[in-house]
């Protein structure tokens, strides 16, 4: 199975940047169905990115043009670049695996997750 732990979370101010990592052991990231969650207080779990197997991904609307999603070369690891920060992306930050060749921003897929980043966006 596949053990993630995430970091790079923190501070910063709207307009900001921040690049957050996961950590993957057992299987390899290429073998997965990988992708960032965010929770705020008092909401639901959300999908933010997704990554598969060939590198193809998928993002919420609502981090279109701002969040990247990409694995390093010995697909150990996963990042989420994130731009232009707004208050409204403040949350605590997840990384999931899941393996299967369907992928997408369902929260309900995946089967593996970390314990989770906090990301603070202030005005």
């Known amino acids: 199975q596949v053990q993630l732990a995430e970091s790079g979370g923190g501070s910063v101010q709207a307009g900001g940047s921040l690049r957050l990592s996961c950590a993957a052991s057992?299987?390899?990231?290429?073998?997965?169905?990988m992708g960032w969650f965010r929770q705020a207080p008092g909401q639901e779990r959300e999908g933010v990115a997704i990554?598969?197997?060939?590198?193809?991904?998928s993002y919420a609307d609502s981090v279109k043009g701002r969040f990247t999603i990409s694995k390093d070369g010995a697909e150990s690891t996963l990042y989420l670049q994130m731009d232009s920060l707004k208050p409204e992306d403040t949350a605590m930050y997840y990384c999931?695996?899941?393996?299967?060749?369907?992928?997408?921003?369902?929260?309900?897929?995946?089967?593996?997750w970390g314990q989770g980043t906090q990301v603070t966006v202030s005005s």
């Open positions: 999931a695996s899941v393996s299967r060749a369907v992928c997408t921003l369902s929260v309900g897929l995946f089967v593996f």
């Open positions: 057992g299987y390899t990231l290429s073998s997965a169905c």
């Open positions: 990554i598969d197997r060939a590198g193809r991904t």
